[in-house]
């Protein structure tokens, strides 16, 4: 498997099958509490990731996506400290065997950590084990999150 950085706009369609895999395993598992469909906001998405605000972290497989990880990069407003926030992580389940995950997270970790980022921001669905993954990385549960559909 292997990872890089790719421009959103080229590889759009093929993120999407993912992300559509992704949302259909939350709506399996009732993560979202709710059934709207995945409606992502295309244009904000590609001219965020062309402002290099938003990065996307693939993995790939003899040129197939089998994974992908979008963040976004910005300063703290309560600290000034740059900081790197999830917007999502998803490899396929046939992926997630061995040490595939944590490779990603790695690859991601080190390149933001070049753009000077001192912070890294992740979530974990409570019906898998990615939190489990993640503090094996390295990180800290240091809050909650809480949904109520209106």
């Not at 979202?32 to 469909?37: E, T, V």
């Not at 790695?106 to 921001?121: A, D, P, R, T």
Request: glycine content about 8%; proline content about 2%.
């Amino acid at each position: 498997m292997n990872f890089q950085i790719e421009r959103l706009g080229d590889i759009w369609e093929e993120v999407m099958f993912l992300c559509n895999l992704h949302w259909k395993e939350y709506q399996e598992q009732h993560i979202l509490g709710f059934d709207a469909p995945m409606n992502p906001d295309k244009a904000r998405y590609i001219e965020y990731n062309d402002m290099g605000y938003h990065i996307q972290f693939t993995a790939r497989d003899e040129g197939l996506l089998v994974g992908h990880c979008g963040v976004y990069i910005s300063e703290s407003m309560h600290t000034g400290i740059k900081t790197c926030s999830e917007d999502t992580i998803y490899l396929r389940p046939e992926y997630r065997k061995g040490f595939n995950f944590s490779r990603m997270l790695k690859f991601m970790e080190n390149h933001v950590k070049s753009l000077g980022v001192k912070e890294i921001h992740l979530t974990a669905k409570l019906t898998n084990k990615s939190g489990r993954l993640i503090e094996s990385r390295g990180y800290t549960h240091v809050a909650n999150e809480y949904l109520k559909v209106l």
